[in-house]
C-alpha cells in the first residue's frame, strides 16, 4: 500500500467519522436529557438533504441550501418535538421504538410525495470544487476536507455550547436531574424542545454536506442512523464525548477494513474471490469492533451516567 | 465453636473520595436477631448491597453459614440461604401473592429451567408458597392479586417469599417501614418466633421494635462500627447516645 | 372473567383465519389462501418475537437477523439439493435436500445459534442499550447477506421448486396453508406451556422485577437468554416458511424494515397475549393489501395510524377484544 493511499484512506474515513459525530451527537444528547430513542433521528438527516439539494438547485446558490437544509431539519424536528415526542418521554422505550419507526414511514412516505420519487443532486459549491495534493502525490478532494473542517468546528461549537454557556448548564443539569433543573425555574418544555431541535439540525447539516457526495433519496438516513447508534454503543450513551470518539473510530475503522481486508486476503487467494470475502467481512468489522467494545466495556467507552 | 450463620470481616468500599463502609466487621448468629441502626446516610444501604451481593466491596469477606461467598453474584447468595426483603416493597405487583412466593420456592425446590409442567400444578410448589405464606399469617390470601394487599400485607410477603427460600440467614431492611402500631406489634411478634428457624439482621429505624427484638445492636456510623453489643450495653454506650440516640 | 374472554377472542381469530383460507379455496382464490398463508406466517414470526418481547421484556429490533437467517437455511440448502452441489465436502459430505421438516431442524439450529451469541453479547445490557445493538446485529448480517456473493448477494436467491412435506401437495395453497398454520398452532400451544412453567414464571419474573428474580436466588442472565434463544427459533421457523411461499428469500428478509413490521405487529396485536401477533399481522397484512392497492400513499397512512395507536390506543386489537390483561 503506499503512503498516498493511506493518507487518502484515513482522510475518508475522518470524513465519514465526522458526519457520524454530527449525527450521533443529537441522537446521543436526546437520550441523555430526555431519556428518548428517537429512530427517527435519520429522517431528519434525510430532511437536511433533501431541503439544501432542492434550495441549491432553485436558487443556485449551494450555501442558501447549505444553511436551509440545517433550519429546516432544526424546525421539522421541534415540529415533531411539540407533536409527538414530548408524549413520549414517561413512555417505556418500546412505545418510543414504535412512535419514531412510524415517523420514519411519514417522513420517507412525505418525501417522496413533495421531491418526487427521482434521487435529487446537488454539486458541490465551486469554490470548494478542485483538488489538493497530499504527502505521496495523490490528489484529495478540497470538498470533503472541507466536510472534515466544518465537522470538526460544528463539533468544537457544541463543545463550547455545553460546557460554557447558560443553555449547556441547563442541558448537564437536565441530564444529572431533571427535578431539580424544574426547581431552578427553567422551563424545561422549551428546553426539551430547544435540545431536539439543537440535535436535528446538526443532523440536517451533516445531510445537506453529504448530499453533495452522494445521490439524495428517501432512506439515505437510515444507514447513518444505525451507525449512529453502533458509535453511541460505542462510545457511552449520553455523552458527546463519547460520541466523538466513537464516530471516529467507526469511520476509520469502516473505510480501512473496506481498503485493507480485500487487499490482504488477495495474498494467499485468487483476487476474484479476496474481494469478494474481503468485503463481506469488512461490511462486518464496526460490528465486531462494537462487540469487542461491549465484551470489555458494557457502557461504552465513556459512560455518561456513573 | 459453631461458625456463625452469616459473618461479615473487614468490608471496605469506597465511591471515589467518600467512605462508605469502613473496615466493618459483625456476625450473626444462631437463634438471634442482631440489629444494624444508624442515622440516614451512615452506610447502611451501602453495607446490606455488599452482604446482599449487588456491590463488589474493594476489600474484605462476607461468609455464609461457613462458606466465603465474597465472589459470588446475587442468585447464587440466595440459593445458598441468604434471604432477603426490600426497604421499599419489590414485590411483582400484577402477580398474585402465592406467585410472588413460589417464584422464590422454585429455586429451592428444583431448577428453573424446566418447560413443560405448569407451575399451578406444581404440587411441591404451591405447598411450599402456602406453607411460607401461613408463616407469616397469610394463609387464604395467596390468591389476591399482590397490588390489592394493603401495604401490611406486602410486608409479610416479602418476610415469605425470604422464607420460602429455605434460608440460613435473613436480611430484613426496615419491615416495619411505614407500619402502624398494630402491624409493627404483629410483625415484631412474627420475627420473635422466626429467629429460631433462621437468625436475623435488622436493620431498622423504629428504636422501640428494635430495642425489644434485638438480642445485640451494633451502630454504624459514618461507615464505622461504633458501638456493638447487647442491647443493654448499647443503650447505656454514651458515644452511642452523642452519635446517634441524641439526634432523636 | 378476562382470562377466558381472551381465550375466545384468541380461538374465533385463529378459526376466522382457517375459515378465511377455507373459504378462498372453495371460491377458487388461490390469491387469498396465500394471503391467509402470509398472515399465518407472519404470526408466527410475531408469535416468536413476543415471547422475547412481551413476556420477556426484551425489546428486540433484530429480529429480522432471525427470521431471513430461517428463509436463507432454507433457501440455500433448497438451493444446493436442486444444483446436486453438496453444502459441505469436508470433513464429512452433506447434501442438501428439498423436504420441509430437515430444513427446519437446520434453520432452527442456525437460529439458537445465532441468537445465543447475539444474546450472550446484548443481555449484558439492558434498555435503550439492548435495543440498539440488536438492531446493529441484525443490520451486520444484513450486510454479509448483502456482500457475500456466493447465494446471490443482493439480488437474493430463488427457490425454484418448493420444499416438499411428507404426505401432502406443497404446491396445493390450502395444503400450505396447513402447514404454515399447524406450525402456529404448534408454536402457539408450546409458548403457552411456556409461559405456565418454572421457565416461564422466571421469565415473567426477568421482566417484571429482575432483582426479585436474583433475590428469588435465579439469575435473570441465563433465563433472559434462554427466552430470547427460543423466541428465535420460532422467528426463524417462520423465516423458513415464509422463504417457501415465495419461492425467493433476498437481504429484504434480514432488513431493519422487517424488525420494526414484526414490532408493530407485536403492538398493533396487544403486547403479552399470546395470539396478539396474530391479530397483528392480520390487521396488517389486510390494511396493506387492501389500502396499499387504493394508494401508494400507504405507507403514509400506515405511519400515522401507528403513531394513533401509540399515543391514543394502547393495548392493541386484543385489548379491544378481550380486556384488560390480568395475571393470576
Known sequence: MTLALLVEQILNGVQLGVMLFLTAAGLTLVFGVMGLINLAHGSLFMTGAFVCAWVAGTTGSFWLGLGAGALAAAAAGAVVEMLVLRRLYDRDHLDQVLATFALILVFSEGARWIFGPQPLWLDAPAALSGAVSLPGGAAYPIYRLAIIGAGIGAALLLWALISRTRLGMRIRAGESDREMIGALGVDIRTLYTLVFALGAGLAGFAGAMVGALQSVQVGMGEPVLILAFVVIVIGGIGSVKGAFVGALLVGVVDTMGRVLLPMGFSNFMPPSEASGVGAALASMLIYVLMAGVLVWRPQGLFPAHG | ?248 | MDKTREMVASVVLLAALAGAALWADAAGEPFYVNLASRVAILGLAGVGLNLALGFGGMVSFGHAAFFGLGGYACGIIAWHAGNYEPILTWPFEVEGTDRMPPIWGVAALVCGLAAAAIGALSLRTSGVYFIMITLAFAQMIYWFAISWPAYGGEDGLSIYVRNGFPGLDTYDALSFFGIAFGALLVALAVSGRLLGSRFGAALTMARLNPVRLATAGIDPFPVRLTGFVISAVITGWAGALYADLNGFVSPTMLSWHLSGELIVFVILGGVGRLVGPVAGAAAYVLLETFVGGATERWPLILGLALLGVVLFARGGIMGALAGRARHD
Open chain 2, 1 to 248: 465453636m459453631t461458625e456463625p450463620a452469616l459473618a461479615v470481616e473487614g468490608l471496605r468500599k469506597a465511591f471515589g473520595g467518600l467512605t462508605a463502609t469502613d473496615d466493618v466487621s459483625l456476625d450473626l448468629r444462631a437463634g438471634e436477631i442482631h440489629a444494624l441502626i444508624g442515622p440516614n446516610g451512615a452506610g447502611k444501604s451501602t453495607l446490606i448491597g455488599q452482604i446482599a451481593g449487588w456491590i463488589a466491596p474493594d476489600a474484605g469477606r462476607v461468609r455464609l453459614a461457613g462458606r466465603d461467598v465474597t465472589g459470588l453474584g446475587v442468585a447464587e447468595r440466595a440459593r445458598l440461604g441468604l434471604g432477603r426483603s426490600f426497604q421499599v416493597s419489590s414485590l411483582a405487583a400484577p402477580l398474585s401473592a402465592r406467585r410472588n412466593v413460589m417464584l422464590a420456592a422454585q429455586a429451592r425446590e428444583g431448577s428453573s429451567f424446566r418447560f413443560w409442567r405448569q407451575v399451578r400444578r406444581d404440587r411441591a410448589l404451591v405447598a411450599a408458597a402456602e406453607a411460607a405464606l401461613a408463616r407469616v399469617g397469610l394463609a387464604g390470601r395467596g390468591n389476591v392479586p399482590t397490588a390489592e394487599l394493603s401495604h401490611g400485607e406486602r410486608r409479610l410477603v416479602e418476610v415469605a417469599c425470604a422464607l420460602a427460600l429455605g434460608p440460613k440467614a435473613l436480611l430484613l431492611d426496615e419491615p416495619m417501614a411505614g407500619l402502624g402500631a398494630e402491624g409493627s406489634g404483629a410483625l415484631a411478634d412474627l420475627l420473635e418466633t422466626l429467629k429460631a428457624e433462621a437468625p436475623i439482621l435488622l436493620v431498622e429505624h423504629d428504636m422501640d421494635a428494635v430495642f425489644r427484638l434485638a438480642d445485640r445492636v451494633s451502630v454504624l456510623v459514618a461507615g464505622r462500627v461504633i458501638a456493638s453489643g447487647p442491647v443493654a450495653e448499647i443503650r447505656a454506650d454514651p458515644e452511642v447516645r452523642r452519635a446517634y440516640l441524641g439526634e432523636d
